[in-house]
């Protein structure tokens, strides 16, 4: 006889989490080092995510073992937000476009839930 595991139906509630994968594109490896130090004030209010509503629960970057455009995971910054309303990430996502920084970093976003076997 099998025993068949029954799950509760995920409902799409907040709080959210959200993966933010962030990464320098040719452009940041392209531009000055005054460029690029111009940039970094925007992009860490930016990534902070309070003004758009996104609460920073933790980030880490993945620098330690490469050089240049990240290839085989493009990504290497990676950050973890919660967030009551998709559109917080939405936001931030579109300050990068309509920016400047939209010619040095790419974005992209995945969002879940808390791991419910993990945080209870």
């Known amino acids: 006889m099998s025993s068949r595991l029954t799950y509760d139906r995920p409902r799409f509630e907040p709080p959210h989490r959200v993966l933010l994968l962030v990464a320098a594109n040719g ?3 392209h531009a000055s080092q005054e460029q690029r130090e111009a940039l970094l004030p925007h992009l860490a209010r930016l990534l902070e995510g309070s003004e758009h509503g996104a609460r920073l629960l933790a ?9 240049g455009d990240p290839t085989s995971i493009p ?4 950050l973890i937000y919660e967030v009551d309303d ?3 990430i939405v936001g931030m996502i579109h300050e990068v476009r309509s920016s400047e920084l939209g010619q040095y ?4 976003a995945r969002i ?4 419910f ?4």
């Open 75 to 78: 990504f290497s910054m990676h």
């Open 86 to 88: 998709p559109d917080a």
């Open 27 to 29: 452009g940041w490896w």
């Open 59 to 67: 980030s880490f970057d993945d620098d330690y073992f490469m050089t």
């Open 112 to 115: 879940g839930r808390r791991l």
């Open 117 to 120: 076997l993990l945080d209870r």
């Open 105 to 108: 970093m790419r974005f992209e």
